[in-house]
């Protein structure tokens, strides 16, 4: 009997053996892939939080733009509306000096300085506005535009100086006033993108 005994405990653990074998062999495999879900969660978290850190930078980005050509479209309209206005009071101020002109009275002349006076101080509270807006423009915009304002105002400005002893000089000067514009209109659009 100690040789079926022998035998019967060499079965039972070779059985016992092959058996914790096998368990402990598919329990390393369950380790293993636990292991490997744990690395890919890992990787899948990584992965979430820099497509967010970019997601976020992009929306930044894209908000910081949209925030500056927002404000580069609000300053060009105030300086859009500045030019309009130095444009209508130098017509404004010509008129007044040329209808002033034509008075032969000197009295008559004198009862026109108020209508002059009054053009002179539009013109003024207009180059005034507009020096603020192009000033702001130069914050915003490149250097062509800038230059070409300020070549705006030192045309504008000599009109305004010129006009008081050649009320002409709107006329004989609006071409070149015009082509001025036109310039910087240009200017603002290809600074908005639009061209």
């Keep these: 009997m100690t040789e079926l005994l ?4 060499e079965a039972f653990v070779a059985g016992a053996g092959a058996y914790l074998g096998s368990y402990l062999k598919k329990k390393g495999e369950d380790l293993a892939t636990h292991e490997d879900i744990n690395k890919l969660v890992d990787q899948v978290r990584a992965v979430t939080t820099a497509t967010t850190e970019i997601e976020a930078k992009i929306s930044s980005d894209v908000w910081d733009l949209q925030k500056r050509w927002e404000l580069k479209r609000d300053v060009l309209f105030q300086t859009t509306k500045a030019i309009a206005e130095v444009e209508s009071t130098l017509l404004f101020l010509g008129a007044a000096y040329s209808i002033q002109n034509k008075q032969q009275d000197t009295g008559n002349r004198n009862a026109f300085q108020e209508d002059v006076n009054a053009a ?16 702001l423009t130069t914050l ?28 002409e000089v709107f006329k ?9 514009v036109d310039a910087i209109a240009s200017a603002m659009r290809k600074e908005m993108g639009v061209d």
């Design 120 to 135: 002179n101080e539009k013109s003024f509270e207009a180059m005034r506005d507009f020096d603020q807006a192009a000033l």
């Design 6 to 9: 022998k035998l019967l405990l």
């Design 140 to 167: 915003v915009c490149g250097k062509e535009i800038n230059g070409l304002l300020a070549n705006f105002a030192t045309l504008t400005r000599r009109m305004a100086k010129d006009m008081a002893d050649n009320p």
């Design 172 to 180: 004989k000067s609006g071409k070149e006033l015009r082509q001025r």
